[in-house]
């Protein structure tokens, strides 16, 4: 059964910086590519990164591009969204989730830009 558990949200003030992690379980972690996804409060889920299975391909939503950077490890089945510069409009719960199936994502994590 695919797994996937979220880490790292938690309340930042504008400008601030936060690292959200992802555990992967059951299932080859390596071989899949992983997307970070949000749902703000009253909207749909958003696409915000996503990396291939080793690693070397990387993209991002234009409303994150320059702050926001993917990365994985596959030796610890973990990926990882580290956060820059945080704005207000980054407010969400944050999901990881398998390429093309958005169904398949972990409980998520709140991550809350506020002064």
């Known amino acids: 059964e695919v797994q996937l558990v979220e880490s790292g949200g938690g309340l930042v003030q504008p400008g601030g910086s936060l690292r959200l992690s992802c555990a992967g379980s059951g299932f080859p972690f390596f071989y899949y590519d992983l997307s970070w996804v949000r749902q703000a409060p009253g909207k749909g889920l958003e696409f915000v990164s996503l990396?291939?299975?080793?690693?070397?391909?990387?993209d991002y939503a234009d409303s994150v591009k320059g702050r926001f950077t993917i990365s994985r490890d596959n030796a610890k089945n973990e990926m990882y969204l580290q956060m820059n510069s945080l704005k207000a409009e980054d407010t969400a719960v944050y999901y990881c989730a398998l390429r093309g199936d958005w169904a398949t994502r972990g409980q998520g994590t709140q991550v809350t830009v506020s002064s």
């Open positions: 990396i291939d299975g080793d690693g070397s391909s990387t």
